[in-house]
């Protein structure tokens, strides 16, 4: 126990370098290693994570920090920061785009009043920002490391703590994230479908290569291929593993919902930047290949595409690329 505990300090330490992320590593703060959260069986975990979709168990429901007056504590403390939350309203169908949605005129903590007469979807994207989430948080991640052997098997980055508070019966639209998540299901029951992420039919290459250049909603929904979707049915204590870019969509019971997700990203730029490289390469009429399969030309596409983002970065900060740029404002 203690050398996976050694390893999983080493490797995060790795990974972000953070002093707090070592002492929670280590037990330091006394929380971490006595508790819970999670309940999942290693060899499913260790079998499926990232690849496929699976449910798993939790004991978070109960906890104080999900409590509606706690919630409306943390949106209080987020709502002078428009970049850390999202509220929308009135999206009745699965492929609306995020950015043709509607937002209510009422402030954040309004709309969490009144959920139950809205049809309000609320993301409270960085609970981690106040340190009793960052805490639990930190926890569910060791447990998870520990439970995958202490090694998420790639490095990390951007650990992270969202809150989705949500009206009775409201739709979640269909989507990919960049990040690697485990849902947790709090409050309220709800109903969420996951596709495989490799099934190149439901998700083709080019949306992929959309979503890590240019655009956030690229994965379209295909109600024919809906058959495809694994359900999972989320009561509280429950939860379900969400795999990097496995399309997904959510529709909430006639009740209000909470639901956690606790997630991180891979740094994983050789493949964003595969995808970029190919996205770009289809734009002049190519057919590029998928990363993964011929590694060599995926390192030259990885190293190509990054050496002209960082040249264009330069190449921006030079005095006559500046002038143009402030002309163009005007
Ligand atoms: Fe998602």
Same mark, same amino acid.
């Given at each position: 126990?203690?050398?996976?505990?050694?390893?999983?300090?080493?490797?995060?330490?790795?990974?972000?370098?953070?002093?707090?992320?070592?002492?929670?590593?280590?037990?330091?703060?006394?929380?971490?290693?006595?508790?819970? %959260?999670?309940?999942?069986?290693?060899?499913?975990?260790?079998?499926?994570?990232?690849?496929?979709?699976?449910?798993?168990?939790?004991?978070?429901?109960?906890?104080?920090?999900?409590?509606?007056?706690?919630?409306?504590?943390?949106?209080?403390?987020?709502?002078?920061?428009?970049?850390?939350?999202?509220?929308?309203?009135?999206?009745?169908?699965?492929?609306?785009?995020?950015?043709?949605?509607?937002?209510?005129?009422?402030?954040?903590?309004?709309?969490?009043?009144?959920?139950?007469?809205?049809?309000? %979807?609320?993301?409270?994207?960085?609970?981690?920002?106040?340190?009793?989430?960052?805490?639990?948080?930190?926890?569910?991640?060791?447990?998870?490391?520990?439970?995958?052997?202490?090694?998420?098997?790639?490095?990390?980055?951007?650990?992270?703590?969202?809150?989705? &508070?949500?009206?009775?019966?409201?739709?979640?639209?269909?989507?990919?994230?960049?990040?690697?998540?485990?849902?947790?299901?709090?409050?309220?029951?709800?109903?969420?479908?996951?596709?495989?992420?490799?099934?190149?039919?439901?998700?083709?290459?080019?949306?992929?290569?959309?979503?890590?250049?240019?655009?956030?909603?690229?994965?379209?929904?295909?109600?024919?291929?809906?058959?495809?979707?694994?359900?999972?049915?989320?009561?509280?204590?429950?939860?379900?593993?969400?795999?990097?870019?496995?399309?997904?969509?959510?529709?909430?019971?006639?009740?209000?919902?909470?639901?956690?997700?606790?997630?991180?990203?891979?740094?994983? &730029?050789?493949?964003?930047?595969?995808?970029?490289?190919?996205?770009?390469?289809?734009?002049?009429?190519?057919?590029?290949?998928?990363?993964?399969?011929?590694?060599?030309?995926?390192?030259?596409?990885?190293?190509?595409?990054?050496?002209?983002?960082?040249?264009?970065?330069?190449?921006?900060?030079?005095?006559?690329?500046?002038?143009?740029?402030?002309?163009?404002?005007?």
């Amino acid at each position: 126990m203690l050398g996976a505990f050694a390893t999983a300090v080493h490797q995060k330490r790795g990974a972000t370098g953070s002093e707090h992320d070592l002492m929670v590593e280590s037990g330091a703060n006394g929380a971490a290693s006595g508790s819970h %959260w999670i309940e999942c069986d290693p060899r499913e975990l260790r079998e499926n994570f990232d690849r496929s979709p699976f449910a798993l168990r939790h004991n978070i429901a109960g906890h104080p920090l999900f409590r509606m007056e706690r919630l409306l504590q943390l949106a209080r403390f987020l709502e002078p920061r428009p970049d850390e939350y999202w509220v929308d309203v009135g999206v009745s169908h699965i492929d609306q785009r995020w950015d043709q949605t509607t937002h209510p005129s009422s402030s954040l903590t309004e709309v969490i009043d009144n959920l139950a007469q809205l049809d309000a %979807w609320i993301v409270l994207r960085k609970a981690e920002l106040d340190a009793e989430y960052r805490l639990l948080l930190d926890e569910c991640m060791v447990e998870l490391r520990q439970l995958m052997g202490g090694t998420w098997g790639r490095r990390t980055c951007r650990q992270n703590s969202i809150i989705f &508070v949500t009206s009775p019966n409201r739709l979640s639209a269909y989507h990919i994230d960049r990040e690697c998540n485990f849902i947790l299901q709090i409050q309220g029951e709800k109903t969420i479908y996951v596709f495989d992420p490799n099934d190149r039919e439901v998700l083709p290459e080019e949306e992929i290569e959309l979503f890590w250049t240019v655009d956030n909603n690229a994965a379209r929904y295909r109600p024919a291929l809906q058959h495809r979707a694994h359900a999972f049915r989320l009561h509280p204590g429950d939860g379900v593993h969400v795999p990097v870019n496995a399309p997904h969509w959510a529709q909430n019971d006639d009740n209000v919902s909470v639901t956690l997700s606790v997630n991180f990203q891979f740094s994983d &730029v050789e493949r964003a930047n595969n995808y970029r490289a190919n996205y770009y390469l289809r734009k002049i009429g190519l057919n590029p290949s998928p990363p993964g399969r011929r590694p060599f030309r995926d390192n030259l596409k990885s190293w190509s595409f990054g050496g002209a983002l960082g040249l264009w970065g330069l190449l921006k900060r030079t005095p006559v690329f500046a002038k143009r740029a402030a002309a163009r404002r005007y």
